[in-house]
């Protein structure tokens, strides 16, 4: 299996902040990297493909580079909607990994 | 617009089978392109990818699930389902279908843009 990491698992943060999470692939997976959202209660909601595509309908504060092993998501000014947790995942191989998560609180 | 709705019961005795089905309605779930997935969630913790199948009624597995899942396909219904055997309150969890975003390339990249609500399921007895 190809395992994802992320880091930090949490991280407390203000409105208005740039925060950059990074995911990590145990080996390469090119661009094949998903990055999503969650709330509490709620299905995942998909934000970035291919590494760096932003999905129709996700704002512009969002995103994602990398490629390889190492990839990053951006969010260049946090707003209160943007507290959640953040999963990261590969779709290099059909066996599909997700990263851990990263939990997003308000400071 | 494409949507998927988990059914199925929300308490299962340990040692038994966990069975749900993922109903798709909005688009058809013998569309060519896409791998369907389930993924679940167990209580605060992450996402863990379970399985997927095609319509043609090829599927992939989790290895760490794979001596125990059974995904299957009916297109008649529109619906795939997910069999769990021989469960463990570790089962417990939130599980979700889903379906890859839209490609032109085949199969889609299994990156999920559409998502069931999720329905829990409580092993114990």
């Known amino acids: 299996d190809i395992q994802m990491t992320q880091s930090p698992s949490f991280v407390s943060a203000s409105v208005g902040d740039r925060l950059t999470i990074t995911c990590r692939a145990s080996q390469d997976i090119s661009t094949w990297l998903a990055w999503y959202q969650q709330k509490p209660g709620k299905a995942p909601k998909l934000l970035i493909y291919a590494a760096s595509s932003l999905q129709s309908g996700v704002p512009s504060r969002f995103s994602g580079s990398g490629s390889g092993t190492h990839f990053t998501l951006t969010i260049s000014s946090l707003q209160p909607e943007d507290f959640a947790t953040y999963y990261c995942?590969?779709?290099?191989?059909?066996?599909?990994?997700f990263g851990g998560g990263t939990r997003v609180d308000i400071k | 617009q494409v949507q998927l709705q988990e059914s199925g019961p929300g308490l299962v005795k340990p040692s038994e089978t966990l069975s749900l089905t993922c109903t798709v309605s909005g688009g058809s779930i013998s569309n060519s392109i896409y791998y369907w997935g389930w993924i679940r969630q167990s209580p605060g913790k992450g996402l863990e990818w379970i399985g997927s199948i095609y319509f043609s009624g090829n599927t992939i597995y989790s290895p760490s699930l794979k001596s125990r899942v059974t995904i299957s396909v009916d297109t008649s219904k529109n619906q795939f389902s997910l069999s769990l055997s021989s469960v463990t309150a570790a089962d417990t969890a939130v599980y979700y279908c889903?379906?890859?975003?839209?490609?032109?390339?085949?199969?889609?990249?299994?990156?999920?843009?559409?998502w069931g609500q999720g329905v829990l399921v409580t092993v114990s007895s």
């Open positions: 889903a379906r890859p975003r839209n490609s032109t390339a085949w199969p889609a990249p299994n990156w999920f843009d559409a």
């Open positions: 995942q590969q779709a290099s191989s059909f066996l599909l990994t």
